[in-house]
């Protein structure tokens, strides 16, 4: 191995060791709501949802879903020992074993939901399982079952894991509407929308900056607007248009969300013909964004 794997490789061990309780903490209380989201609002419904969940509702006329989530675990942890490294397979033992156990353990709570308005039994396991999905990721551990084997599959096999996802858990949600009804699937459609987007805010957090890059031919007049106005760093950026080869100075700026509507008009108001792109921030590290400066 080179240096630089070696420093990589030094890296990923710090990464992978870092708040170690506190991630093992995380990754319990996100099976411990799965478990419980997936018997109160999915197993008594009927609900498909992506994953070996979702494989364990279609086939619990034959066996309990824990144990259908159990084989699952299991399979994943064999293909991960064939096929890839040992922290992968240390990362994916917990949830393995976790899951189905958990999932057994909370299958006799007994909380009565309002079965007759399903879109709102849909919407509140949907945001449940996100905000599990979003700590169990934040952990940097493994549930294991399907979502395992799609990793090991896109990266042996340099496939998308998007595309992958799509394809298991559509062929899923298919078996689902064929077996309890087409009605099943938009369920199904709508509760994988708001999971993927509740883990992402779990993950990512709520936006609270903006990032504005900006080309303007009055650069300095929205520079100073942005500085004296709205107390805001800004860099200056040298870059060349990509079609005119001409050099030209981009600014960015970070601004706090509660400020974007003064940093957005105030510009326009400067140069209607401005050209701005505005990107979510979640996290900002170092500098001091409230020091009037620039940095170019």
Same mark, same amino acid.
Request: aromatic share 10%; charged share 15%.
């Given at each position: 191995?080179?240096?630089?794997?070696?420093?990589?490789?030094?890296?990923?061990?710090?990464?992978?060791?870092?708040?170690?309780?506190?991630?093992?903490?995380?990754?319990?209380?996100?099976?411990?709501?799965?478990?419980?989201?997936?018997?109160?609002?999915?197993?008594?419904?009927?609900? !498909?949802?992506?994953?070996? $969940?979702? *494989?364990?509702?279609?086939?619990?006329?034959? &066996? #309990?879903?824990? /144990?259908? +989530?159990?084989?699952?675990?299991?399979?994943?942890?064999?293909?991960?020992?064939?096929?890839?490294?040992?922290?992968?397979? !240390?990362?994916?033992?917990? $949830?393995? *074993?976790?899951?189905?156990?958990?999932?057994? &353990? #909370?299958?006799? /709570?007994? +909380?009565?939901?309002?079965?007759?308005?399903?879109?709102?039994?849909?919407?509140?396991?949907?945001?449940?399982?996100?905000?599990?999905?979003?700590?169990?990721?934040?952990?940097?551990?493994?549930?294991?079952?399907?979502? #395992?084997?799609?990793?090991?599959?896109?990266?042996?096999?340099?496939?998308?894991?998007?595309?992958?996802?799509?394809?298991?858990?559509?062929?899923?949600?298919?078996?689902?509407?064929?077996?309890?009804?087409?009605?099943?699937?938009?369920?199904?459609?709508?509760?994988?929308?708001?999971?993927?987007?509740?883990?992402?805010?779990?993950?990512?957090?709520?936006?609270?900056?903006?990032?504005?890059?900006?080309?303007?031919?009055?650069?300095?007049?929205?520079?100073?607007?942005?500085?004296?106005?709205?107390?805001?760093?800004?860099?200056?950026?040298?870059?060349?248009?990509?079609?005119?080869?001409?050099?030209?100075?981009?600014?960015?700026?970070?601004?706090?969300?509660?400020?974007?509507?003064?940093?957005?008009?105030?510009?326009?108001?400067?140069?209607?013909?401005?050209?701005?792109?505005?990107?979510?921030?979640?996290?900002?590290?170092?500098?001091?964004?409230?020091?009037?400066?620039?940095?170019?």
């Amino acid at each position: 191995m080179n240096k630089k794997g070696k420093i990589d490789k030094t890296i990923l061990d710090r990464i992978q060791n870092k708040y170690l309780i506190k991630r093992y903490v995380m990754f319990l209380l996100a099976v411990v709501i799965y478990a419980f989201t997936y018997n109160i609002f999915f197993i008594k419904t009927d609900l !498909i949802l992506g994953g070996s $969940g979702g *494989i364990a509702i279609l086939f619990k006329q034959y &066996l #309990t879903p824990s /144990i259908t +989530i159990g084989l699952l675990s299991l399979l994943s942890i064999l293909l991960s020992l064939i096929f890839m490294d040992r922290q992968f397979v !240390i990362n994916s033992v917990a $949830g393995a *074993i976790l899951c189905p156990i958990l999932v057994e &353990l #909370t299958k006799n /709570i007994n +909380i009565s939901i309002p079965t007759d308005d399903m879109m709102l039994v849909a919407i509140c396991g949907a945001v449940l399982i996100g905000i599990s999905n979003g700590l169990s990721s934040k952990s940097g551990l493994s549930s294991g079952g399907i979502d #395992t084997i799609i990793h090991i599959l896109s990266r042996k096999f340099k496939l998308s894991h998007g595309v992958l996802y799509l394809i298991i858990n559509g062929i899923i949600i298919l078996c689902g509407g064929y077996q309890y009804g087409w009605r099943i699937i938009l369920y199904a459609l709508i509760i994988l929308y708001i999971v993927s987007i509740i883990t992402d805010k779990v993950v990512l957090g709520i936006s609270s900056n903006k990032t504005f890059f900006i080309v303007t031919d009055k650069i300095d007049e929205v520079k100073e607007y942005l500085l004296e106005n709205l107390s805001q760093a800004v860099t200056v950026l040298d870059a060349i248009g990509g079609y005119t080869n001409n050099k030209q100075e981009v600014l960015m700026a970070v601004v706090p969300t509660i400020e974007y509507f003064k940093a957005r008009e105030g510009i326009l108001e400067i140069d209607n013909n401005a050209f701005i792109t505005i990107t979510d921030s979640y996290q900002v590290y170092g500098g001091n964004k409230h020091k009037k400066k620039e940095v170019k």
